[in-house]
């Protein structure tokens, strides 16, 4: 087993090099299921569980993304579910503000202390999302929601029409609509928690259009994944330009680190992907809501003591 022990010069973590692809496939096996990456779980196994607290945690963490989420967009681009024109607004409005996101943490949250208080709202706010969708009645309107859209899980998008300020597309017999400097704006404050935070916001992209926008989950997953894995390519090379300026800082990933995490990220998304339609949805939101909320509390009260 000593063959098998590694030491992360860049993070400085010391581990198996099996423990990270373990971790990372348990993880996105189970949030896969509902439709997100892993990576804001990922992060904080990284902080409190490895010791790895540098800025470049962040970026390590958009690594796994990059690795991880392709095997999933492809899926939904070949059973033709990606809104492109949403895709192209998530992209566009979130770029920007990865940027942005990467700069604050490098000179605004390098602390670990403070980025952990960071961290612990960003999860609290993504647990209260799930928990309302798990209570008795919010449940049962989404399983009924959801019911009456299984049917129509092999059509593909339909015909999309779109303008500076509206698209409009098809999808299950019902037309669909979504206005488009909302979304940039939404797209843009969702870039710079996500390249503070390093998850690329898709987490948190994706409830908002589904409860202000209206939006069918199917066709949403798609484009939220497709921008987390371009906002997460841009992330770490915001980070990599960074770290010319900071040379005394770890801001650069460990790419190392980041691959084993992406590889068994990438098997964990894909076996959740074949395994979904057996595992009820209420049993997933409740495992992925412990999991956040608990992460959460851990880092708000450690801020405090």
């Not at 690594?63 to 949403?86: C, F, H, Q, S």
């Not at 928990?131 to 959801?146: F, H, Y």
């Amino acid at each position: 087993m000593d063959i098998l022990q590694w030491n992360f010069p860049v993070s400085g973590v010391t581990t198996s090099l099996l423990f990270p692809p373990l971790v990372s496939f348990v993880i996105s096996f189970f949030t896969s299921m509902g439709g997100v990456s892993g990576a804001f779980l990922l992060l904080p196994f990284q902080v409190s569980f490895l010791g790895y607290t540098a800025p470049s945690v962040s970026a390590t963490n958009q690594v796994y993304n990059i690795v991880a989420i392709p095997g999933g967009v492809r899926r939904y681009i070949k059973e033709g579910r990606m809104v492109w024109p949403l895709t192209w607004a998530v992209i566009l409005g979130t770029l920007p503000g990865v940027f942005i996101g990467a700069w604050i943490r490098i000179h605004y949250l390098p602390d670990p202390t403070h980025f952990k208080f960071f961290a612990g709202f960003v999860l609290l706010y993504i647990g209260i999302r799930l928990l309302r969708d798990i209570l008795p009645g919010k449940s049962a309107q989404v399983m009924s929601r959801n019911s009456s859209t299984a049917s129509a899980a092999d059509f593909a998008v339909g015909e999309t029409s779109f303008s500076l300020r509206r698209v409009h597309f098809s999808f299950n017999g019902t037309v669909h609509t979504f206005p488009v400097p909302g979304v940039l704006v939404l797209s843009f404050v969702v870039g710079i928690v996500g390249g503070i935070y390093g998850i690329g916001g898709g987490a948190i992209i994706a409830p908002f259009f589904v409860t202000f926008f209206r939006l069918p989950v199917h066709t949403v997953a798609g484009a939220s994944l497709m921008g987390t894995l371009i906002t997460s390519v841009a992330g770490v090379g915001g980070y990599h330009f960074l770290a010319l300026f900071h040379p005394e800082m770890s801001i650069a990933p460990d790419w190392l680190l980041g691959l084993l995490f992406g590889a068994g990220g990438f098997a964990g998304i894909y076996l959740g992907a074949r395994c979904q339609k057996h595992v009820p949805a209420r049993f997933i939101k409740s495992v992925l809501c412990f999991s956040i909320v608990f992460s959460a509390f851990k880092y708000l009260i450690g801020f405090f003591r």
